[in-house]
């Protein structure tokens, strides 16, 4: 199967400090990567879509410079809540697309999550 | 335009009882359709999906759903609930390159 793999799954941080969050297929390769951010009780919202060596494309209301997205391999994005602040706190899922191929089903694999707590 | 329409925010259902999820979905084009469950602080794990095959769809633990291009509905059923399935379900179209995710059903299972 396929499988995308998040870390970390949990974090704990200051307000005020930088946070990494990485999203990994750990069996194929995805050339596009999405981050979601979820509040409780409430769909997925759609942050950014990420394209391998290009810029991330960002939904509107989504400050690009707060959160970098950085897709570097086919199978690495990774997404950096920048200056955290309290209202930051939540959870953020990432998924991904294979590589186009005469096997693509077109569904999207997620990750398990990461839950964000800024003190 | 593209939208997906999860009718009931919540489903309460005894268990061994059967699991009735409605979806609902408008799209200009032919679209894949999902169904995907998620456990608390948990990320998503694809139920079935259609893709213009066969419109009775089988999925994982029991799961089903039908694609009815008539009444646009894509909902998800279960002949009898398991106390396990208590979860977040999401309903997905993709019409083309997007996503587009319905608000969530979160399904109840009493003993």
């Known amino acids: 199967g396929a499988v995308v793999s998040q870390h970390p799954s949990w974090v704990i941080c200051k307000s005020g400090t930088s946070v990494k969050i990485e999203c990994r297929s750990l069996?194929?390769?995805?050339?596009?990567m999405f981050w979601y951010r979820q509040f409780p009780k409430q769909s997925l919202m759609l942050m950014a879509t990420s394209n391998e060596g290009s810029k991330a494309t960002y939904e509107q209301g989504v400050e690009k410079d707060k959160f970098l997205i950085n897709h570097a391999s086919l199978t690495l994005s990774t997404l950096t809540v920048t200056s955290a602040h309290p209202e930051d706190s939540s959870f953020y899922i990432c998924s991904a697309r294979k590589r186009t191929s005469v096997l693509n089903t077109g569904e999207l694999f997620f990750g398990e999550g990461s839950r964000l707590t800024v003190l | 335009a593209q939208s997906v329409t999860q009718l009931d925010s919540h489903v309460s259902v005894s268990e061994g009882t059967p699991v009735l999820l409605r979806c609902n979905y408008s799209s200009s084009y032919s679209p894949s359709l999902f169904w995907y469950v998620q456990h608390p602080n948990k990320g998503l794990q694809l139920l079935l999906k259609?893709?213009?095959?066969?419109?009775l769809v089988k999925g994982i633990n029991g799961f089903e759903a039908e694609f009815k291009k008539s009444e646009t509905s894509f909902h998800l059923t279960k002949p009898s609930a398991h106390m396990s399935d208590a979860a977040e379900y999401f309903c997905v179209v993709r019409p083309g390159n997007q996503f587009y995710f319905g608000t969530g059903t979160s399904l109840t299972v009493i003993p």
């Open positions: 069996d194929f390769q995805a050339t596009t």
């Open positions: 259609y893709t213009s095959a066969a419109t």
